[in-house]
Each structure stands twice: as C-alpha cells, then as structure tokens.
C-alpha cells in the first residue's frame, strides 16, 4: 500500500472541468476569438486542459479520437506563443516540441496547426494587434537535407517530430542550440510508447533533452486509452532528484458511447469447414460495409489485410475495385499510403482494409464502422481501434468483431464484454534496459565529456531508470567501451572510452556518430522472408519471419490463394513445392499476431467458463443458454449458437469444462500418434510462456529427452518422444515447488526465443550493426552473427550486459514470471487442483493449442546425452526406412 | 577414426593423418574472421586464434608428425585497418614452422598475398598439391590437373560441410562433419573446416546446385558420400551417405 502511495505521489486527477469562461479566460483575446469564431463549444478534454496548461502544469490527458485532443493540447500553447511575440519576446528557437510515435501524424498535426497560426495572427491584425509569425516544421527520417538546412537557419518555434529523431536531433551538433528555448513537449499516442522499448527510448531522450535546456520544462502527455493513468504520468514526468515530478491527470476517454458486438460468420464455428466458414466471412464484411457509408476493417497481419483486399475484388469486382477500397499496412509505399489516407478522408472509398497503421490518431475522416477480423487480442486495443468510428466527438463509435476460430469467439466475447465495463488491460513498461540505455550513453558520450555520477543522475530521471543500480551502469560502460577485449582492439570496438579510475567517460572513434545516427531506434528490423517455388526459382510471394520460424519441412500453407510445401529455407528465401490441391494445411492461414492474451482477461475467460459450465451441469437446455448470452454479452445470435456449441461439445467430449479452480491436464494423441501432455492452463501467453517452459524443463530432466512445448493464451502442451510416458502427478509437484526464475534463467540459454531476442538487443546495444560504413546488414546476417556472438560473449563474461538484458527481456518482457508464480502458489495451496483425464484424440478445448500453438523445443541440459540420442534415433530411423 | 587404410580423422578434431606422409591435415582456418565481421559492424570479440592454437596443440598431443597440410583459407580476408590479423596468421604460421618439418599450404580463395607471411616462416604456398598417391586443393575451383590426376586420393576443404540431425520434438542440432567417398575412380575426403566461427553448408539440407564448392557441385555425386560427424562432446559420429540423410 505504501508503495502504491508513494508511486503516486505528486499525482492530481482533475475531476471537475472548468467552466468555459475560466478556460477561454487563459487564452491571448484573439486566440479566444480563434476559437470562438470556429467552434460553437470546448470538447470535454478543453474543458480541462486550457485552463491546466496555462498554469504551466505537467498535464496527461487521455480522450478518444475526434474529441479535439490536438487543440486542447496547443491552445494554450499557442497563445502563449502569440503572447510572447506581442511583448517582442519571441527568439529564434525551439519552443514546443511535439513527438508522435507515427510519422504520418506528424504531418496531419503541421497541417491542422497551420490554419490557426495563420488565421489568429489575422485576427489580431483585424484587432490592431501586429504579431510575428510562429513557425511549424516537420523533422522525421524522411525529411530532406534541403529542409533540414533550412530548420537549422530558421529553427521552428514547433517542432513535430518522432522519438527517434529527438535522438538524433540531441546530437546534431548545430541544431542542438535551438533546443535550448524548449519550454513545452507534447506527447502524443502516450499508449502507443509506455508499454515497450520505444517509449523507454523516448523517456531517456527527454531528459537528455532536460538536461541540454538546462532547466525544467512543461510536459502534457496526450492518448486515447491507458490504464492505470498514473502510471502513465509517472512515465510522461519522470524524476528529479529522486522524486516523482508533479502531473495533473484529466481522464475523459469514457464518454464516447461504444457500440460493439462480436459476430461469428455461421451458425456453428465448430462443424463448419474452414473454406466455408472463410465464405461467410466475406459475405458477412460485404455485409457490413454495404449497409455503412465508409467502414475500416482491421486485420491482425499485413498478409491478413491482403487476403481480405484480394478476395473483396475477386468476389464482387463490380463492386469492390480499385475506386471504392484500397489497403493500408506498413509494407506499402508512403505514396500509396498517402493516397488511401485521402481518399478516405475524401469519403471516396467505401472500405480501408489495414493491419495496425490506420490504429493510430492519423486524421481519417468519417467512418462509421469498424470491423475487426479475428481477436484484438486486448482490450485496449480493441478500444483504441473501434474508437477510430464516430468521428465526430457526440458521435457513437460502432465496431463489430468477426471471429473464426473457437478460441477467438469466446476471448472476443468477454473483451467487449470488459470493453464496455471499461475495463481495460494494465499497461507494462520494461525498466532498466540496457540496450536502449547503451544507444543514450553513446550518444551522451558523444556530446561531452561524463563523469559516471552525473550522468547516472540524468539517467535515473527516466522512469524506467529509476532505479537503475550502479553497478549494471559500470557493465554497461565497459563494455561500450569495448573492455572486453585487447586493448590495441578498443579502437574498433569501442564507442566511448571509458576511465575506471577517474570515472570518466567520454566519445571514442571517427565512426562512432555514424553509428549512432543509423543505428539508433526501439524496433528490430523486421522480415520478410521471400518464397520461392524450388523447382524452378519462381519468385511466389512474401511471408513474415515468425511465420517461416514455424514452418518444418513438410508443413503445407497457403500463399496467395494456393497451397504449398516448404522445403527449406537459407537466410531470407524460402523454398517450396507445390502441394496437391486436396492437401489439408498444417500451418493455419489465419495466424494472428503474438500479441498475448492479458493475465486479467485471461482470468475473465475463466469465469465465463466457469458460467458456462455451471449452466450445463444444471442441464439447462440450449435455449436457454444461448439467450443468456445474448442477454449479458455483447454477440449476435450465430455467435452465441457458436459458443454454445463449442462448451457443449467440450462437455460432452470430457466430462465437463475446465474451471478456474482446477487445472487440467490432459492426455492425449494427434492423428499421427505422437503423444502429448495438454495442460489447460488459461492464464494468459505471458505466464503460459514460462509455466510451460518450466514444465518442459523439469520434464526433459526426468525423463532424459528433448520436451517440445507448444503453448497459446489458453494452455500448453509438451510433446515427447517416442514412447515415454510422464508421472503427471510428479511433474506437477516439482513444478509447483520449483524456483521459477532460476529454473528458467538456467534453460533459456538453449531456446530458439534466446537466440532471436538476442539479436534484437544485440543491434539495440551497438553489438551488431544494421547499418555501418555502406554495409547494410541483412537480417539474416544479423541472427547468423548474433548466435556467434552469443557464444563468444557468453564464454568472456557470461553476465556481459547485452546477455543480461536478452534475459530480462524475455523474463520481464516476454514472459510474466510473477504471475506464474503466482499461478503455481495456487497450485500448492490447492486454490488450483490438477486433474488429469485421458482423452484418445484432444479435445475440443486442446485443438487450437495443438494446431495454433507456438512451438520451443527445450533441450536436455547434457550436450553429450543429447547428440547420442539424437544419433541414435536418427540411425534408426534411417534403419527403419533403408531396410538396413 | 579410420576412413581408409590410409587415411583417420584424429578423433574428435577437424583433422585428417596420413600415415604414408606422416602428416596432419586440416583446413580453413579462416584467422582474422572477427576483424572482417567488426569492419562490417558485428563486433564479435577475437577469440578463434586462441581456440585454434589449444585446438592444434590437443591435435599435437595425440598424434607427433612431421609435415602438416592446410588445404586452404588460412586466414580470412584481411580488413584494411588492422594489423593485428596479420600478426595471427603469422604467429600462427610460425608455431607451425617451429613444430613441424614440413609446413605445406594450399591456397584458398581468401589466400591472396599470403605468399609474404608464408616464406617469411618458411611454409611452402601451393595452388594444388600432388603427393604420393594423394591430391590436395582447397575446392574453390576444380582445377584441369585434377580430372587427369593419377591420384587414388583426394583432399579438400572450402565446403565447411555440417549435418543438421532432427528428432520428432523438432530439435535441431549441427554438427561439423568429415565428406567421405568415392569421386568415379578416386576416394575423395572434405575435411570440417578449423575455424569455430565462420558457417558452412549443411549438407544434408541443401539441394546439391547450391553446394560452394564446383568439385562437389559437379564431380562427384554428393549424395553417395558418407558423413563422419565430430564433437567434443562425444567424438566421432559415423553416419550413413548422405541420400539417407535429408530431411
């Protein structure tokens, strides 16, 4: 409690608006008359912050799209800006920096703020009042070195730009100086930062940023859902001196009226084929978009938004063309993606098919429908999404979610569920990353000469560096500055220099701002993995690197509307046969992004089941049932039909449904006879992640064999060689008295998640380079190298900090081990009861797991053990097949 | 490890002894690989020069000869600003000037310019390699004088040749082989590259068309070769030819 206390201490949440004369009465009379002159009345989230901002308040606001949030964020600022330049006090330099984490809306911003600028200093003029000009500009990537040349002449009074160029502008050495004059930041799409590495990159930038202006400036923090708020203040203000700055929290994000439902294509999502159940899917969206004037459809994959393009126009060419819808996804170039933006700003096009890139606050217009295809996977975003219907701020946001698997039904029917009852997912920032603090600290370096305290000083300003220990910061710079190797070596591989005994740091090597200007950034390269038919080299199509990461040779998928066989693959192409047309799929087409399912939601699925399952233990009849669904939950009556078939053939199939109270586990086989353990665990992927890891582990030690675990949002399932057969009993008792996080932290080493991950924080710390002296390293390159590397590294210092962070990543990040050990203090103190059934092919309840799932293999700790069995096996095998 | 009467693989190194030319050979040492990863921005630490020389002197410790044999990529390529790669192929060529009789090196495709270290210690520098009853070359070509040899045995690197070993959880495991077979009326032998950093083929994954080396490519058929794997952990794994092997 204390904890929580002090957490939130110097946090205010505003819960009365002011009225509209005490707001207006912030504003300079002719921005007033701006205002009053175009708007009729102040949106809710204006009716807070005029009036806050222009106390000079730290402010975080959250409100939906299309509320007026850009001006309710700048009106004040505006004025003051007018203000200064009335009174001749308006300098060259930076005055308001404004970062989004979308290129794309930055440039809607400059837009939407150069009508005022220029229409109020008219006004004033009208009013006898002679006013400078207030300059706007745009810096992102794309941004010319014409423009830049002419920004750093004649710096904007507004800044709009993104957290990576914050970065890259806090070492520009000419520019720098303009950011001096700094006063305000706004941060926009808040939520979209405070739950990854890109907002722990732009907190460290900020206060660089305090630190380069000398002095504190004034923060307002803008998004449309979070929760908590106050935590997301934390992460807007940050610290001084060990104290939480002060923040004024204004929440008006509720008073959007949502109206949701989830939809299901047929009647019984169970017996209906998946060719058929995808035919419906398109008569259900042409549905949809037939009876609205403009609707968005979100898929969760970019493949996903083409499929849907492709299939509309190939369906109904006459009606879905070129003219009346068009894709939106981060693949595409700018200029297509410029073009959909206006046209459906234009009302032109009837549909916007898009994968996240429309998520975010671009201006797009009036929609009057969003649909969703297969699960958001939370209810944040779902929110965030649907809140893009309705545009205007009386308007009602209409979404509607079209599921197409079992599992996605009933977690889309408790989300909206919660949707409506406002309960939203927690947001999670990862503290004290290394790799994010090696860029700041090169860049740092760059800039001056450090002593180690004062830097530290500055750092722990960032919230997630609160409490950065002293010692990980020393790690960090020796190995920045490349004290782990010879010292002739440090020229190369250092960036920094570093002096232990003066505690000193400072910029080392002619390269060294190169690499930081092309290196820097939150994100991993992503992958595309190019297919090709192998016969002949025929280039087919593109798929994602998660995707090829699941597929064995053998695996059948579709691309493109035909089916094939993959082969192998080397580096980045893919090579594939074509399959018979009556071959069934291994590899779902559908497979949705891995975002997880959260722990809180994942509880809520459980209750459901649990009010399910009480129904049809009372024997209450479908009739019943399927009306209380269509009562209390937010689904159309072929969805409620759905669920209920799904439960239904669960209860009949096993006895009953799982429930909270107990965790089954379930013994069963696949078509091919390889055997599995099903653990129904649904707590959500994160905890699944280490439960099932953890599992594995414990297993492969008792049995002496490699454990494969496949786990989703709903469960995990081991898979055994051959014929051995597991003591479910022990297993569960070693699991539930076992030290989780030294369990885990010992076998990750040996998972393909380690290795991946480590290339991730490799190329955010430096270590491998994307882009260096004209080499642009393929990403292929990158993972080849990073398994190198990690064994290198590991054998000079196994806590090197890049390894360090690979582990806090996926322990803190990926996985959520305190809640698993949450989940198995349950376990021990029998809240949770395992109870094991045996079923001869899986469940209903197990088949998306098995056949979704996403695979690991965890190894047998013994090196030696491992390659003899292996040998052995494959020599049999190949006994069995040769007749030898 | 016998392979033939006149050839075994020192068990469980990357290295072959010829009893009638009581010499060791090995191959691709790839030196200075670290230095052209950080020119190109992995900044892998140096640590294969270390591991080479414990791994040559384990070698030493098992079997004494008098002549040893590198069949190519000494070093890799040299980057521009560092010394230090040229510092290790020398040091390296020196331990072995002092510790054999007879230091004799072919020359690989990362090779050029070798030919100053290599008199400097005196190590003799070969294109191809005719002895007795044996052929070596590095493999990067296929040279003329190799069809027309009267050798009855051939010695090569280049391919860095790895077989990836699946069990039916989905683990995947390489390990670094010995090629070993018949080439129409010679006995051909792809010795596992020395270096414990640069990748190679796995051979029993990849379509023959895509193999580095031309003689594999095209002289012989790959897929009648047999495969010796080797580790530390477990020594030598005598395995089938390769057909039996893919995946």
Redesign the interface.
Same mark, same amino acid.
């Given at each position: 409690m204390h904890a929580q206390l002090d957490e939130w201490l110097g946090l205010e949440r505003v819960e009365k608006p002011f009225p509209d004369e005490v707001s207006l009465g912030c504003l300079r009379p002719y921005v007033r008359e701006w205002f009053e002159r175009n708007f009729r009345e102040l949106t809710p989230p204006q009716q807070y912050s005029f009036k806050l901002i222009s106390e000079g308040k730290n402010v975080i606001i959250t409100a939906p799209t299309g509320s007026g949030k850009t001006l309710s964020a700048f009106m004040s600022i505006l004025s003051d800006l007018f203000g200064l330049g009335e009174i001749g006090e308006l300098a060259e330099g930076v005055y308001c920096i404004y970062v989004s984490p979308l290129k794309a809306l930055d440039n809607d911003i400059k837009r939407n703020l150069l009508v005022p600028l220029k229409e109020i200093r008219e006004i004033a003029r009208e009013r006898g009042v002679e006013l400078p000009e207030v300059r706007i500009a745009v810096r992102t990537g794309d941004v010319s070195p014409h423009e830049k040349q002419k920004q750093l002449k004649s710096p904007p009074h507004i800044l709009v730009t993104t957290p990576e160029s914050i970065a890259v502008l806090l070492n520009a050495p000419k520019f720098v100086r303009h950011l001096r004059t700094v006063r305000w930041v706004v941060v926009d799409e808040i939520h979209e930062l405070a739950n990854d590495k890109r907002g722990v990159h732009l907190a460290l930038s900020l206060e660089r940023l305090r630190e380069e202006v000398g002095t504190e400036f004034q923060r307002v923090g803008l998004g449309a859902t979070l929760h908590p708020l106050e935590r997301a203040a934390r992460y807007l203000v940050g610290y001084d001196g060990g104290r939480p700055r002060s923040c004024s929290i204004v929440d008006v994000s509720w008073y959007k009226p949502f109206d949701l439902q989830v939809m299901s294509p047929v009647r019984n999502l169970v017996q209906t084929s998946a060719a058929r159940c995808n035919a419906a899917l398109y008569r259900t969206l042409d549905g949809l978009i037939s009876s609205h004037r403009t609707t968005l459809v979100f898929t969760n994959t970019r493949s996903g938004t083409e499929r849907v393009v492709y299939h509309l126009k190939e369906t109904w060419p006459h009606k879905y063309n070129e003219h009346t819808i068009g894709a939106h996804h981060g693949s595409l170039s700018r200029d297509i993606r410029l073009d959909v933006e206006k046209r459906l700003k234009d009302g032109t096009l009837k549909a916007v098919i898009s994968s996240t890139s429309l998520e975010l606050g671009i201006d797009i217009g009036h929609v009057d429908l969003v649909v969703q295809i297969g699960s958001p996977k939370s209810v944040t975003r779902a929110v965030q999404r649907i809140g893009r219907s309705g545009h205007r701020f009386r308007d009602v946001a209409k979404g509607r979610v079209i599921v197409l698997d079992r599992d996605d039904l009933v977690e889309c029917t408790v989300m909206l569920r919660s949707a409506m009852r406002r309960q939203l997912d927690e947001i999670d920032m990862p503290s004290n990353c290394l790799d994010i603090l090696a860029q700041h600290v090169v860049g740092m370096a760059l800039t001056r000469r450090w002593r180690v305290e004062e830097a530290l000083k500055v750092i722990r300003r960032a919230y997630p560096y609160r409490d950065l220990s002293e010692e990980d910061f020393r790690s960090l710079l020796r190995y920045l500055a490349g004290h782990y190797t010879s010292l002739e070596d440090r020229a190369v591989y250092g960036k920094i220099w570093y002096d232990e005994r003066e505690e000193t740091f400072g910029r080392r090597g002619r390269y060294t701002r190169i690499i930081y200007y092309l290196n820097l950034g939150a994100i991993p390269d992503e992958v595309k993995i190019d297919v090709y038919r192998h016969r002949d080299r025929h280039y087919i199509g593109g798929i994602e690197e998660g995707f090829l990461e699941r597929l064995r040779p053998g695996d059948i998928f579709v691309l493109g509307g035909k089916m094939y066989r993959f082969r192998f693959a080397r580096g980045m192409r893919c090579f594939v046969d074509e399959a018979p047309a009556d071959a069934v799929p291994t590899i779902p087409a559908w497979f949705s992004e891995m975002l997880p399912l959260s722990f809180d939601l994942a509880l809520e699925v459980q209750k459901f089941r649990d009010r399910v399952g009480r129904m049809l233990k009372r024997g209450k009849n479908k009739r019943k049932i399927v009306e209380w669904l269509l009562k209390n939950y937010p689904v159309d009556e072929k969805a409620a039909n759905s669920l209920y078939e799904y439960f239904r053939e669960q209860y009949e199939f096993t006895g009953g449904i799982p429930s909270s109270r107990e965790l089954l586990i379930e013994h069963t086989s696949d078509l091919k006879g390889r055997k599995y353990y099903v653990f129904h665990s649904l707590f959500g992927r994160r905890v699944n992640e280490a439960l099932s890891r953890a599992a594995g582990i414990i297993a492969s030690d008792m049995l002496g064999a490699n454990v494969a675990v496949i786990l989703s949002d709903n469960g995990f399932a081991m898979l055994l060689p051959g014929r051995k057969e597991l003591n479910v009993a022990e297993l569960v008792g070693k699991l539930s008295d076992c030290d989780l996080n030294r369990l885990l932290r010992k076998n990750i080493r040996r998972t393909e998640l380690m290795k991946r991950r480590f290339r991730h924080c490799a190329a955010r710390s430096f270590l491998v380079l994307r882009n260096y002296k004209g080499y642009k390293i393929s990403v292929s390159k990158q993972q080849l190298s990073s398994q190198t590397l990690l064994n290198v590294v590991e054998g000079i210092d196994p806590d090197f900090p890049i390894i360090k962070e690979t582990y806090r990543e996926i322990l803190r990040d990926t996985m959520d081990v305190e809640r698993a050990e949450l989940v198995l203090r349950w376990l021990r103190e029998g809240r949770l009861r395992p109870k094991v059934i045996s079923t001869e092919v899986p469940s209903p309840f197990a088949h998306n797991l098995i056949l979704l799932g996403d695979a690991d293999v965890i190894l047998m700790e013994d090196r030696k053990k491992r390659l003899l069995q292996l040998y052995e096996a494959v020599m049999k095998r190949i006994g069995k097949r040769t007749g030898e | 490890m016998k392979l033939w009467e006149k050839i075994e693989i020192i068990t469980p190194y990357p290295a072959a002894y010829i009893r009638e030319l009581d010499a060791i050979v090995i191959a691709d040492l790839h030196l200075g690989y670290e230095?052209i990863?950080? /020119?190109?921005?992995? #900044?892998?630490?140096?640590?294969q020069f270390e591991q080479e020389m414990r791994t040559l002197k384990s070698i030493l410790e098992q079997k004494d000869a008098s002549t040893i044999i590198v069949c190519g990529d000494v070093k890799h390529e040299f980057s521009e +600003?560092?010394y230090?790669e040229f510092v290790e192929v020398s040091d390296f060529l020196g331990f072995l000037g002092e510790r054999f009789d007879e230091v004799l090196v072919l020359k690989g495709n990362h090779d050029n310019y070798l030919i100053r270290i290599t008199r400097k210690h005196g190590a003799k520098l070969f294109d191809e390699l005719e002895m007795d009853d044996f052929y070596f070359l590095h493999g990067h070509r296929a040279p003329p004088s190799l069809s027309k040899s009267r050798s009855g045995y051939v010695v090569m690197g280049h391919e860095h040749p790895s077989i990836a070993? #699946?069990?039916?959880?989905? +683990?995947k /495991?390489k390990?670094d082989c010995f090629l070993y077979g018949r080439m129409k009326d010679k006995r051909l032998l792809v010795l596992p590259a020395f270096s414990t &950093?640069a990748?190679g083929s796995e051979v029993n &994954?990849?379509?023959r068309e /895509?193999l580095l080396s031309p003689v594999l490519r095209e002289m012989t058929n790959i897929d009648e070769l047999k495969a010796v794997?080797i580790?530390v /952990?477990?020594g030598c &794994?005598p @395995?089938?030819e390769l057909w039996? @092997?893919k995946?």
């Open positions: - | 230095g990863m950080a /020119e190109q921005g992995i #900044f892998v630490p140096k640590v +600003t560092s230090h070993l #699946f069990d039916e959880v989905g +683990t /495991e390990v &950093l990748g &994954l990849i379509p /895509e794997g580790s /952990e477990v &794994l @395995l089938p039996k @092997l995946v």
